[in-house]
């Protein structure tokens, strides 16, 4: 794994990684595979399961991977998952919906890889949160982390603090403590504003308040948020990434701050504010009412 910001050159390790649920994700990986092995000098890592379903002999475990980029087809959740295993820059491909942290289309791909390996590309930086529950360090966020009731049209109470600094106690569904990179995801669905992610931040949203005042919140990265459960009559969840979950029944701490550790994309050029426009203003626009 890289435990640094990696310099921007041309890797000689490339992984790769699909859902295996997707045919498109495996038929975009097929693609990228057949470039890289075009290229002399590369070594290849394929993930065990996909290695079977390619029909390689040979395979790794994702946790188990140790390469200068990861090459990963699927949507956002694919995309997030293996981040979770990986702190080496992700070379993102996107065969979901919107694929907001993708960055190539089926169509791009043997160009984008080319201009990867020839080291034409940009590292873009993302920040994660470091996630405690009771004290338990658990798996980094690159998106959110979300503290919510795990029963059906039932409210929590939680009680939130900055720095040791009682804040508010808020009566809803969850809360969402979410990075730059995940402000466009749950905490945007919620009424959480898009943060541009070079703001070094958290945005903190309630999910359906019950409470008037209850309003998301912007605090530095640095900042320590701890989000406590008081009297738990019913299950929570703390999620990770949408991927992880913690259980809980009684009284709950979560404490949350920047991870020392980032999440490196390989990108192409395209800015943050071309990129949200194409997927989220352009791919649903809005409805043109003529006189």
Not at 92 to 115: M, P, S
Not at 147 to 168: F, R, W
Request: negative net charge; glycine residues 8%; proline residues 4%.
């Amino acid at each position: 794994m890289v435990d640094k910001a990696p310099k921007v050159e041309s890797p000689k390790v490339v992984g790769l990684v699909a859902n295996l649920g997707q045919d498109r994700a495996l038929a975009a990986i097929e693609k990228a595979l057949r470039v890289l092995e075009g290229h002399k000098g590369l070594d290849l890592v394929i993930e065990d399961r996909l290695a079977r379903r390619l029909g390689k002999e040979k395979g790794v475990p994702q946790s188990k991977m140790d390469v200068d980029m990861l090459v990963i087809a699927g949507g956002d959740g694919t995309i997030l998952h293996a981040l979770h295993m990986t702190n080496a820059p992700v070379l993102t491909i996107n065969t979901g919906a919107v694929g907001f942290l993708a960055e190539l289309g089926v169509e791009e791909i043997d160009r984008g890889i080319k201009l990867v390996l020839s080291g034409d590309y940009l590292l873009d930086e993302r920040m994660r949160l470091k996630c405690t529950v009771n004290g338990r360090r658990q798996l980094d966020a690159t998106n959110e982390v979300v503290v919510h009731t795990a029963a059906v049209s039932k409210m929590m109470t939680l009680e939130l603090s900055i720095d040791g600094n009682y804040v508010d106690t808020i009566r809803a569904d969850g809360l969402i403590v979410a990075t730059p990179t995940g402000s466009t995801s749950y905490a945007l669905s919620t009424g959480g504003p898009i943060l541009d992610p070079r703001v070094k931040a958290m945005v903190l949203t309630p999910i359906a308040p019950f409470n008037l005042h209850s309003r998301p919140m912007v605090i530095p990265a640095d900042s320590v948020a701890q989000i406590s459960t008081t009297e738990q009559h019913y299950p929570g969840l703390v999620v990770i990434d949408g991927q992880h979950e913690v259980h809980f029944r009684q009284r709950t701490t979560v404490e949350l701050t920047k991870s020392d550790m980032s999440a490196y994309f390989v990108r192409m050029g395209e800015g943050f504010y071309e990129k949200l426009r194409r997927k989220f203003i352009s791919h649903y626009p809005c409805d043109v009412i003529e006189d």
